[in-house]
């Protein structure tokens, strides 16, 4: 099992910032691909971002490449999204999750065997 804790979301105004952490506990994290979902009221969990177990290769949506960038820091444990130029439609729960053995091929919710409880964001205009 593998257990995942998000931190850092909040409110915070149109081209604004924030990191989001995601902490892993429970087996040995670098055997293990990570990702960033988000998922706003109504709709369905959508990718972000997603990061190989050795964080050299990443994969970021169309839809916040440029703005959003994951990263991860095995000797911590942690996996992080920095958002930069944030937009109204960003809001969402932020959710990371992890996939044993996996890549950052993987897009799909059903990719990850495990997920944290989630961190709202919300950007006001």
């Known amino acids: 099992q593998v257990q995942l804790v998000e931190s850092g979301g909040g409110l915070v105004q149109a081209g604004g910032s924030l990191r989001l952490s995601c902490a892993a506990s429970?087996?040995?994290?670098?055997?293990?691909?990570m990702g960033w979902f988000r998922q706003a009221p109504g709709k369905e969990r959508e990718f972000v971002a997603a990061?190989?177990?050795?964080?050299?290769?990443?994969y970021h949506a169309d839809s916040v490449k440029g703005r959003f960038t994951i990263s991860r820091d095995n000797a911590k444990n942690t996996v992080y999204l920095q958002m930069s130029s944030l937009k109204p439609e960003d809001t969402a729960v932020y959710y990371c999750?992890?996939?044993?053995?996996?890549?950052?091929?993987?897009?799909?919710?059903?990719?990850?065997?495990?997920w944290g409880q989630g961190t709202q964001v919300t950007v006001s205009s």
């Open positions: 999750a992890a996939t044993y053995r996996g890549s950052s091929s993987n897009t799909r919710p059903r990719d990850y065997a495990y």
């Open positions: 429970g087996r040995t994290f670098s055997n293990y691909a």
């Open positions: 990061i190989s177990w050795s964080g050299g290769s990443t």
